[in-house]
């Protein structure tokens, strides 16, 4: 296999060899905990222009299937991992993670000491960084990722949003079953704002009896409400939340109007309607084993998540009630406006992939717009 570099912005220098598409690729590096669902992970729209750092050590060993895809595509722009599994070992798969990588275009590195590379990122930040299979120097390189714009104040979810309304009517489906569950009758005309949502959140939508309209990122809430919705939908998405334009303004002028349910960047953009800031985390939470503590029960879910950004709690004033927390370190993952109806989570209930704790939270729509 061909050698290949990942260089951060602040010089450190990881060595490995090249997987997938040959080249360069610059993004931001983060890493992800999860031991599973790279294919899913990989094809969130929420990690564009990020590079992936997969922290458990043997990626690729299920191979990659149709199903999986959270998206039409991989949005990563590069993955990093430990050890590539050369063989797909599993009845779904049909092509290798390298065979994947290589067909879209993106550049991955393998044989990289992770460990490394996570506590760096755990230590210094997540940064720009760049994979290489080509001979160029290292300080050309640490050059070209030093001086690539980072994510604060990338509007990036409007870019990856559809450009036309569209009409979402399958119900998730059962891997291990074959076929998929019937679709409840739609109780429920729901339009779900695209950022750049991952499919499995429609399904879940579907399954709690909602027919979804999905909308661009620009669409206005007067268009939104001349479509009478019984709720809308704020997904998740790359980028800075402070960033996508106009849309603080248009879900504040839809809260109080309809019952709303916002997820990662839905969540942000909810706060941010409200007034409230967001900010840059130093390196993030992205894996399928965050605690998250909810507030109102007392309960602790076992979470996926892959955010950057933050909302700040202070900044509320009191405008939402916090009902979550992230029990590794205390911060923001879950508001309530009850005056508004509506609700939001940091994380990521349809987890895909990881830990299904916290899908109640699609009834919990549901029933908000049954009242
Ligand atoms: N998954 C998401 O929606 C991510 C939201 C935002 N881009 C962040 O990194 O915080």
Avoid at 9 to 22: L, S
Wanted: aromatic letters at 6%.
């Amino acid at each position: 296999m061909k050698k290949a570099v990942l260089v951060l912005a602040d010089g450190t220098v990881f060595e490995g060899r090249a997987f997938g598409a040959r080249g360069e690729t610059l993004g931001e590096v983060v890493f992800n905990t999860s031991m599973m669902g790279y294919q899913e992970i990989l094809t969130d729209p929420s990690y564009v222009g990020q590079i992936v750092t997969m922290a458990y050590p043997e990626m690729g060993n299920v191979g990659t299937n149709p199903e999986d895809e959270e998206a039409g595509k991989p949005h990563a722009v590069g993955m990093v991992v430990r050890m590539l599994s050369e063989k797909s070992s599993n009845w779904r798969a049909q092509e290798t993670l390298d065979a994947y990588l290589k067909r879209h275009g993106v550049a991955g590195i393998e044989g990289v000491d992770t460990r490394r590379l996570v506590r760096h990122l755990r230590l210094h930040g997540a940064q720009q960084g760049i994979i290489s299979s080509e001979n160029h120097t290292v300080a050309a390189l640490t050059e070209r990722a030093r001086s690539a714009p980072g994510m604060e104040g990338m509007d990036l979810a409007t870019g990856v949003s559809t450009q036309e309304p569209y009409t979402f009517t399958t119900p998730s489906q059962d891997v291990f079953g074959g076929a998929q569950a019937p679709a409840p009758t739609p109780r429920f005309d729901v339009v779900a704002y695209d950022y750049g949502l991952k499919r499995s959140m429609l399904q879940f939508l579907v399954d709690e009896g909602c027919r979804v309209t999905v909308v661009p990122a620009s669409t206005t809430a007067e268009q939104v409400l001349a479509r009478k919705p019984h709720g809308v939908f704020l997904a998740n998405g790359p980028g800075d939340p402070a960033a996508v334009k106009g849309a603080d303004r248009t879900v504040a002028n839809l809260l109080g109007k309809v019952p709303v349910f916002g997820i990662c960047l839905g969540h942000q953009i909810l706060a941010l309607a409200l007034g409230g800031r967001t900010y840059k985390m130093k390196f993030g939470h992205r894996g399928a084993n965050q605690p998250v503590k909810d507030l109102t029960t007392g309960k602790v879910e076992i979470t996926a998540q892959n955010h950057g950004f933050a909302v700040d709690d202070a900044s509320l004033k009191g405008k939402a009630v916090v009902t979550h927390i992230n029990l590794n370190d205390g911060t923001v993952e879950g508001l309530h406006i009850p005056d508004a109806r509506a609700f939001s989570v940091q994380y990521h209930p349809e987890s895909s992939p990881g830990p299904h704790d916290a899908r109640y939270l699609f009834a919990r729509f549901a029933k908000l717009m049954a009242q």
